[in-house]
């Protein structure tokens, strides 16, 4: 390495995923194993991702992190955002909060990504890394979600396959997808998922050492595009058992737990697969429905019980499970992660409208709140539910398939903001500097 003063640094961008065949258990804590393969879809990384700046100097005196767009309550005009949170809408001021790379997940990450970094060479920049360089060099790492941490989004999951990701293409790693999975998946098991788009599927793998135990894509986001997806956004509050600890005590105690893992989810990996294959919603319904509501309910048969979804979580289901069945074909599947978040896969557009509609009626937003706050992401479909100009929710009348369903209209407040998404791709590189969350001549947070 000659000149000494360089800054070489990677942006990238990562999606979340939701899964619709549940992982819940581990069957070794440290490398992250689980206990039966799941399957999940990757949400639209346009409205639901991490991004990620990675940066190697030799000026760099040790491996340093920040949380970019950490927020807090704030009067101040620079670098603000605009946030709906539960009731109020606050004016946010974007801050960098460095935080502790000491982790064992961290760690693991580093050293195992650091293992396979290979010959990286930039003769405008003057810089040459060798392989044997990576050990010594240390990193600078900034992070941003588009959307609330801990708001039970799997925000780990993109965050830790994107941290993998932009660090293998600083590193000129040489390993495919799944392989780079693999070492993701030591941050957070859901995070493996994240190295693909569309339809993944998460491989339990049987080794001790981990190495089979990978995801795979199972179809790409164009494969089943007729799909829309939106999410009840129940509570912005970090969640109260987090994913890790819920599990672990679900090992610990719950019967039901080993039922589901040896007998009733490899059955489910199987026929999900096929679902997905043959584009079949209804089988695709049927199996995310009845496999979300099996891994609540091994929550509540862990001992002391956890309670992730709450009063406005089950009112949602209801909704949706009574207009299933007078439709006679599903029309949306619901599922729910470790958080009261809805999350409702629509089996088309024009469904996808109704179920809008019919949300908006029974969980109208405050009085105050404007609409284009109240559904974020994929916006534009409020156009087509006759929200997008003068027309209010008080207007609005509910699809007849929806009506008389499910009780009145009094649900105001109970969810805090609806994100419209679809299924969509797998992690890229920004090439664009001006994305990048460092600085490219001090490698500090911009
Ligand atoms: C309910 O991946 O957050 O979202 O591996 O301990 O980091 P750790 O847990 P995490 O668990 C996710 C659990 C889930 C279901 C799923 O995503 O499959």
Not at 123 to 139: A, F, H, M, Q, S
Not at 177 to 183: E, V, Y
Not at 220 to 229: R, T, Y
Not at 399 to 422: A, H, L, M
């Amino acid at each position: 390495m000659a000149a000494e003063k360089w800054v070489y640094m990677v942006t990238a961008q990562t999606p979340t995923n939701i899964a619709v065949i549940k992982y819940w258990g581990k069957r070794d804590e440290v490398r992250i194993l689980p206990v039966n393969d799941s399957i999940s879809v990757t949400l639209d990384p346009d409205h639901l991702c991490t991004v990620t700046t990675v940066a190697v100097s030799p000026a760099f005196d040790r491996d340093r992190m920040w949380l970019n767009g950490k927020t807090k309550k704030h009067s101040c005009e620079k670098s603000v955002i605009h946030l709906v949170t539960e009731s109020v809408s606050y004016i946010l001021l974007i801050e960098n909060l460095e935080i502790s790379l000491s982790g064992s997940r961290y760690q693991n990450c580093l050293r195992e990504i650091r293992s396979r970094g290979g010959d990286v060479e930039d003769r405008e920049k003057g810089v040459k890394i060798e392989k044997k360089d990576w050990e010594r060099l240390n990193l600078h790492i900034a992070s941003h979600n588009n959307f609330p941490t801990a708001a039970g989004l799997a925000s780990s999951a993109a965050g830790f396959a994107c941290l993998v990701f932009s660090l293998a293409k600083l590193m000129n790693v040489e390993e495919d997808p799944s392989q780079l999975s693999a070492i993701a998946r030591q941050g957070s098991g859901s995070a493996c998922r994240s190295l693909f788009g569309g339809f993944v599927k998460w491989k339990m793998g049987s080794k001790d050492d981990g190495s089979d135990s990978v995801a795979v894509q199972l179809a790409d986001e164009k494969h089943w595009d007729d799909l829309v997806i939106i999410i009840a956004v129940v509570s912005s509050r970090q969640k109260e058992t987090s994913s890790t600890s819920g599990m672990r005590e679900s090992v610990e105690t719950s019967l039901l737990l080993q039922h589901r893992a040896k007998e009733v989810v490899p059955k489910r990996i199987v026929q999900m697969e096929e679902a997905i294959k043959n584009r079949d919603f209804a089988s695709f319904t049927q199996l995310s429905c009845t496999d979300s509501n099996q891994f609540h309910a091994v929550c509540l048969d862990t001992s002391p019980p956890i309670f992730y979804m709450n009063d406005t979580s089950h009112r949602i289901i209801s909704l949706v499970e009574k207009w299933n069945r007078s439709e006679g074909t599903p029309q949306v599947a619901y599922t729910f992660d470790a958080g009261p978040n809805a999350v409702l896969i629509a089996r088309n557009r024009k469904v996808a409208v109704q179920l809008l509609q019919g949300l908006l009626y029974y969980f109208p937003p405050k009085s105050d709140t404007d609409m284009k706050s109240y559904v974020v992401g994929d916006n534009s479909i409020l156009k087509e539910a006759g929200l997008d100009g003068e027309n209010s929710v008080e207007n609005l009348q509910p699809p007849p398939e929806i009506k008389d369903n499910i009780g009145t209209q009094d649900q105001k407040g109970e969810v805090s903001y609806f994100i419209c998404t679809r299924p969509g791709r797998g992690p890229v590189v920004l090439p664009d500097q001006t994305q990048a969350l460092l600085d490219p001549e001090t490698g500090l947070p911009k």
